[in-house]
């Protein structure tokens, strides 16, 4: 997940203006912002840990409880990238071209997805998953809908889909996502709306999906599908559209951010060892307090000016950043090879085996795909290739980013997969 650019001490916005000019409307421009890219690497170490308990004799979710701090990073991250740069087209031409729009979002997300999958078909067919098993999973991964799939057999962990590719359910969140939004976007809450309005509009549905997920969780039995489900969980994303609002604009909270940054690190630090997600506190307000408390660390690092910022943008976070999205695809397939293939190893063989295959393919993802599919798309935009760094010369270029790139080029997700 490649981030983007705020104002810091390295980027000023390109125009910043919270009202119109005449005709025009004047918005926030969104460049590079390595803390971002930081926090998306910071995410990506906190769910291979999560999942850890595939390869290693501890219960499920026992290694990081609250797991829910990254998904919900990302899924903030999503909703702010895609929202801030459809605004920021509007801005500029009045209007959003969405046929280029999802044509972006494919050239983005498919193609690491299609070599997954296809490595996902061999494993499947050299360790005998079930052919049933595998061709429905392939078919709800691929066309965005595994959540529902999983929230509808969600009695055990996982459901019915095949070893390796339960966790791609945050994507399909993403992708329905990406459905209803720019609709939304284009003819409702536009950048032409009064702030007034959106913030209403926002604040509302935010409040009615945290109600909702409240009234559907019936104890530890029925936590997985309320976890999951896109009516449930889609108040994060929808938290990021009302932070991009507020930021395009130039009217985002100032005052004291920095000190907000560290009580919000500080809470979700603490929520990553000691919440339970299977228990009533995240269900009854835990999420909400959680996702408040991404939106003010997203905020407080596009602001530039919290202390905390140094540790995002520390140069190992922001490499995994860049290629996070592709991390995130890749791991859990790789723990599943690594647990069938490797069942007499040491535990620590099959972590080190399990991380290494991940980066490597992780690398490759972004060297061989990712990287030449985005030079494709800004081909097709009639653009030259946006410099991309190769990970050889992305450690250098860390501490002073391209000043040219106004365009927030979210990788993955967060889900992981998306912005």
Same mark, same amino acid.
């Given at each position: 997940? /490649? ?11 390109? $125009? ?6 005449? &005709?025009?409307? $004047?918005a ?10 930081g ?5 990506a =170490? ?5 999942? $850890? ?6 219960? +499920? ?6 797991e ?18 459809? %605004?920021r087209?509007?801005? +500029? ?7 280029? *729009? ?37 078919? @709800?991964?691929?066309?965005? !809908?595994?959540n529902?799939?999983?929230?509808? &057999? ?15 359910? @945050? ?11 720019p609709?939304?976007?284009?003819? *409702? %809450? ?6 007034? /309005? ?6 509302t ?22 976890f999951?489900?896109? #009516?449930? +969980? ?11 609002h507020?930021w395009? +604009? ?18 979700l ?6 919440? #339970? ?12 307090? =959680? ?5 003010? $660390?997203?905020l407080?690092?596009?602001d ?22 592709? *991390? !995130?695809?890749?791991?859990?397939p790789?723990? *599943? ?16 085996v ?25 081909? %097709? ?18 501490? @002073?980013? @391209?000043?040219?790139? #106004? ?13």
């Open positions: 997940m /490649t981030s983007s650019q705020a104002p810091t001490s390295d980027a000023a916005p390109s $125009l910043v203006a919270p009202a119109e000019a005449g &005709n025009e409307v $004047l926030r421009s969104v460049g590079r912002v390595p803390g971002l890219t926090l998306r690497g910071v995410i =170490i906190i769910i291979f840990v999560t999942h $850890l308990g595939v390869i290693l004799p501890i219960p +499920r979710l026992a290694v990081v409880p609250g829910t701090v990254g998904l919900d990073s990302f899924f903030l991250l999503s909703g702010f990238l895609i929202t801030a740069l459809m %605004l087209e509007q801005a +500029r031409t009045s209007s959003v071209d969405y046929p280029k *729009f999802y044509r972006r979002r494919a050239l983005r997300l498919l193609p690491p997805l299609v070599a997954v999958l296809v490595a996902q078909a061999v494993f499947a067919y050299l360790s005998g998953v079930s052919y049933h098993e595998e061709w429905t999973s392939l078919l @709800s991964v691929g066309f965005y !809908y595994s529902w799939k999983l929230a509808f &057999n969600s009695n055990a962990l996982g459901g019915n889909i095949a070893p390796g590719l339960q966790h791609l359910w @945050s994507l399909s969140i993403e992708e329905q996502f990406y459905l209803i939004w609709w939304v976007t284009i003819y *409702f %809450l536009t950048i032409r709306a009064r702030l007034k /309005t959106v913030v209403i509009v926002l604040v549905l935010i409040v009615a999906v945290a109600v909702h997920r409240a009234l559907m969780y019936h104890g530890v039995n029925s936590w997985y599908a309320d999951i489900r896109t #009516d449930t +969980r889609a108040d994060a994303i929808l938290l990021g559209c009302l932070v991009a507020l395009v +604009r130039g009217r985002e909270p100032k005052r004291a951010i920095a000190l907000c940054g560290w009580v919000a690190a500080i809470f630090a603490l929520c990553l060892p000691f919440v #339970d997600t299977t228990g009533p506190f995240q269900f009854y307000g835990g999420i909400s307090a =959680i996702d408040l408390a991404c939106a003010i $660390l997203i407080a690092l596009l530039g000016r919290w202390k905390g910022t140094s540790f995002f943008t520390f140069r190992a976070f922001v490499l995994l950043g860049t290629i996070s999205y592709a *991390f !995130y695809l890749w791991h859990l790789i723990f *599943f090879a690594v647990r069938y293939y490797g069942g007499g190893w040491a535990d620590w063989v099959r972590v080190v399990a991380l290494s295959a991940t980066l490597t393919m992780a690398t490759l993802s972004w060297l061989l795909i990712e990287k030449p599919a985005l030079d494709w798309k800004d081909r %097709l935009e009639g653009h030259s290739p946006a410099a991309r760094p190769s990970l050889a010369t992305l450690l250098r270029r860390t501490a @002073s980013p @391209s000043q040219g790139d #106004d365009t927030p080029v979210p990788s993955g997700p967060a889900g992981p997969g998306s912005g």
